[in-house]
């Protein structure tokens, strides 16, 4: 008698979607798996996995992948989210399938847009303002230059990557009349709904000398490391904003420090970082100041400029679920032999 094949949900988050997997893979044995269940049903039930998804925790934890590694019958790994740059190809087996997701365009696309909006209107500033100081100098029967706070319609948003998310800040922009430009690692043959143009990595520094606000969405890859520095700091107008949803080190560190400390640049919203701490709900101290964890070897958090998150665009229960339906078609596509939408990276077993 043939025994079942089965996929392994490994992580705290992959608990609450094992309905949700199993309800796509029907034929299926869905397993799941946290820390508190122990190494040795760990290792049990990766000897038998043909597919296995993994979340942030089982990742973070050591020794878990290295585990999964060993699985003698594995062939195909999710992730529920997009960034690849930890993988490389050699650390996995030969043939191996490794797959990211999808589903979480939405609300990152309304963490670009309330960050641009925050940074237009001043909502936090003036609210703060009046609340503790009774400051009314800004409201409307001030006609003073120093009283006006910005407005978004008509100004210029660069999307720096045109794939799924920036496509979802690009749809909401249009509804504030932006006027909205992007690059994209490919060129295409017409420029797409809503945009006035798009380009390549050669449009670059046009993109950087139009814009108001400039989102990064694109991958971390060799051609995006560093791909925003002083020369296109120098080309930005010195009104611009960034919006860093991207990876930390598409922009160099010292540069991107730089130009907001001497304020080359208006300013920035950073979700996504250089470092992290190793334990996010006890974080160790900064290794070089010592105090609060700092996301960079630099002191972003001290500029006026800067509003900081910790890498939370994503962060809601939306997004979780749009996640792991991604996950449930791939390997629904796997199962019937098909191909593989997010199947990103082949494992190369190092050669």
């Known amino acids: 008698m043939d025994h079942k094949k089965s996929v392994a949900v490994f992580g705290i988050t992959g608990a ?41 925790d089982f990742v973070l934890t050591p020794g878990n992948f290295g585990a999964l590694m060993l699985g003698q019958n594995l062939k195909l790994i999710c992730q529920p989210w997009v960034g690849v740059d930890w993988i490389d190809p050699a650390q996995l087996p030969k043939d191996l399938i490794f797959c990211n997701a999808s589903g979480h365009a939405a609300p990152i696309a309304e963490y670009v847009m309330a960050a641009i909006l925050n940074q237009a209107t001043e909502i936090n500033t003036l609210s703060h303002n009046l609340k503790t100081k009774g400051d009314w100098s800004r409201g409307g029967r001030n006609t003073s230059l120093e009283a006006f706070h910005n407005d978004v319609a008509r100004k210029t948003i660069g999307l720096i990557g ?32 809503p945009l006035s143009w798009i380009g390549t ?21 060799e051609e995006t490391q ?15 904003h960034i919006i860093n949803v991207a990876r930390g080190e598409v922009i160099e560190e010292e540069s991107f420090f730089n130009a907001l400390a001497n304020k080359t640049i208006a300013g920035a919203t950073i979700d996504t970082w250089y470092r992290y701490p190793t334990d996010v709900t006890v974080p160790e101290e900064d290794p070089d100041r010592g105090g609060i964890f700092r996301g960079s070897r630099f002191d972003f958090l001290s500029l006026d400029n800067v509003t900081a998150t910790p890498h939370a665009a994503a962060h809601t229960k939306g997004a979780d679920y749009g996640r792991y339906v991604s996950v449930s078609e791939s390997l629904q596509s796997y199962a019937k032999g098909e191909t593989i939408k997010r199947h990103v990276i082949t494992g190369t077993g190092g050669e």
């Open 16 to 56: 609450d979607f094992i309905p949700l997997i199993q309800n796509s893979l029907p034929e299926w044995d869905v397993i799941g798996w946290t820390n508190a269940d122990g190494e040795a049903l760990r290792d049990e039930i990766i000897s038998k996995a043909e597919a296995a998804v993994v979340s942030p």
């Open 226 to 240: 560093d791909m925003i520095g002083a020369a296109q700091f120098a080309a930005m107008k010195p009104n611009c």
């Open 162 to 193: 045109y794939g799924e998310i920036a496509q979802a800040v690009a749809k909401r922009a249009e509804a504030f009349d932006m006027n909205i430009i992007a690059v994209a690692r490919s060129s295409r043959n017409e420029t797409p709904a």
């Open 201 to 221: 990595r050669s449009d670059l520094d046009r993109l950087c000398q139009e814009s108001d606000y400039i989102v990064l969405t694109c991958d971390l890859n």
